[in-house]
């Protein structure tokens, strides 16, 4: 049972261009949330974050969006960059109670030239 | 800092032999993740500790999977018997628990078991 869903494996976008890659969760005790980027041979590192109580936080050419009716999570790059092409990791997790993260299976951006 | 540190990055093994993998987290931090990646089941916690003391270990899958962190710079996950079926990338993250505590990974161990 999937609690955090990638339902996109792949994404392909042109430089310059904005990428959007989707998340969406099923449980509702979820309040805080985590974008993680992971380039080959390398472990997944943070790039931005949200909680529940906002639904939108802005960091440089990175946007996450919450929807929490629709337990729907989204993050822009704008622009995007080659150096962006990576695997990016939806997560999901609990303030204050467990410090367990949930992890989406990822999405494989590719920025082409 | 160094980061959290993982040795070693790749293994070779047999089937049936043990494997040590083992973790140094960020000096400072005081909860420790083992996740396990697969391309089926993707990136899965396996195990967690707060202040050396195991918190969670649902996600370990059998008893074949042991992990121990003796003291707050350092922690172990064994694998005895090992199976081909344990062949993925094993990942060590650490934390400051503290609210909304972001993880910080090492670069992975590769397991491959033959």
């Known amino acids: 049972d999937q609690q955090v869903k990638q339902n996109s494996p792949s994404l392909s976008v042109q430089e310059g261009r904005i990428s959007i890659l989707n998340c969406d969760y099923t449980?509702?005790?979820?309040?805080?949330f985590l974008w993680y980027k992971k380039y080959p041979a390398e472990g997944p590192t943070f790039l931005i974050s949200?909680?529940?109580?906002?639904d939108k936080n802005e960091d440089g050419r990175f946007t996450v969006f919450l929807n929490k009716s629709a337990k729907h999570l989204s993050l822009h790059i704008v622009p995007s960059q080659p150096g962006d092409s990576a695997v990016y990791f939806c997560a999901a997790g609990t303030q204050g109670g467990s410090e367990k993260l949930v992890f989406g299976k990822g999405t494989k951006l590719t920025v082409n030239p | 800092d160094a980061g959290v540190i993982q040795s070693p990055r790749h293994e070779v093994t047999e089937m049936g032999q043990e494997v040590t993998l083992r973790c140094k987290p960020i000096?400072?931090?005081?909860?420790l993740f083992w996740y396990r990646q697969t391309m089926m089941r993707g990136l899965e916690l396996l195990i967690y500790?707060?202040?050396?003391?195991?918190?969670?270990d649902s996600g370990m899958p059998e008893d074949r999977f042991s992990a121990k962190m003796p003291n707050a710079s350092f922690s172990t996950l064994k694998i005895q018997p090992s199976e081909p079926r344990d062949s993925a990338v094993y990942f060590c993250a650490s934390s400051f628990s503290a609210g909304r505590a972001i993880q910080y990974f090492g670069a992975g161990t590769r397991l491959s078991v033959l």
């Open positions: 949200i909680s529940s109580i906002k």
């Open positions: 500790f707060n202040n050396n003391v195991p918190i969670d």
């Open positions: 449980n509702s005790m979820f309040d805080y």
């Open positions: 000096s400072g931090h005081n909860s």
